[in-house]
């Protein structure tokens, strides 16, 4: 295993160990982002996107008090424009950035709200320690979770969905898990080890595997079922075409006939 290496851009750090890449929002005091730091996040997940080393990221923020409550307001009304260039990967690095095929975990301690819950459900996987708060208050200044209200009623109950983002009322970390939001609660203190489990699991499973279900997911999503599944079928998506011509593929059934592990090289 690589030995672990440690990186920090402004209000970014990252530490990444194997395959597994650390991205922490250090912003005090309430790690809220601005432009230059959705830019800066735009460009460290693409650069996790790109680099085939890496097979899985956490985001997590510094304290145990906020995680992230989303838009840098002060920012905003000292003329940070909210409709501005957020960067390649759109707020916060991730809502927007294409082709993003492999895994990204959450770890939210704290407050997590506005545009910093919309960041959360831009991952794969959420766990939280009990201290965690959520909301969607966009309602209170007078504007709109653009990206919360187009995914959260496909992941939710309808109307739970529309109580959040009608009311923007706060919800704890057992609401969020009976909703299946997060995964899992944690202890503040057990959160990051438990993000790292989980990543060290991912990391050593199939990563064409865990892109092809990603491709499917996303583009399945607005799809008929059979329509999704001729696309998958006739090998019409890169990732499940890669897959399916791929050593990885062969080496999940030499594994399963000769009783052992199977060694993953993602090729």
């Known amino acids: 295993m690589p030995p672990m290496q440690m990186r920090s851009e402004g209000p970014i750090r990252t530490r990444r160990e194997g395959g597994v890449l ?11 982002i601005d432009l230059v730091t959705s830019r800066i996040m735009g460009l460290v997940f693409r650069e996790f996107r790109d680099d085939d080393t890496l097979r899985v990221a956490i985001l997590r923020a510094e304290g145990e008090k906020f995680f992230c409550p989303g838009w840098d307001l002060k920012a905003a009304a000292a003329g940070d424009a909210v409709d501005g260039d957020y960067g390649v990967g759109g707020f916060g690095g991730l809502q927007e950035l294409p082709n993003l095929n492999k895994p990204v975990i959450c770890a939210v301690n704290g407050i997590c709200c ?15 320690s009990g201290n965690a708060t959520f909301a969607l208050p966009e309602i209170r200044s007078g504007t709109v979770a653009d990206a919360a209200s187009i995914k959260l009623p496909k992941r939710i109950p309808y109307h739970v969905a529309m109580d959040l983002l009608l009311t923007g009322r706060w919800f704890d970390a057992e609401e969020a898990l009976r ?37 499917v997911v996303r583009e399945a999503e607005d799809m008929r079922f059979q329509d999704a599944l001729n696309r998958i079928t006739k090998r019409q998506m890169a990732t499940v075409d890669r897959l399916y011509s791929s050593e990885d593929q062969l080496e999940g059934a030499r594994a399963f006939a000769e009783k052992r592990d199977p060694v993953w090289k993602g090729r």
Do not use: F, H, M
């Open 179 to 215: 909703w299946g939001i997060v995964k899992e609660i944690t202890t503040p203190t057990d959160l990051l080890q438990k993000a790292w489990d989980l990543a060290r699991l991912l990391e050593s499973g199939p990563p064409l595997v865990y892109a092809a279900i990603k491709e």
């Open 22 to 32: 650390e991205v922490t929002l250090d912003r005090p005091k309430a790690n809220a």
């Open 114 to 128: 506005g545009g910093g819950l919309e960041l959360a459900l831009s991952c794969d996987l959420i766990l939280c």
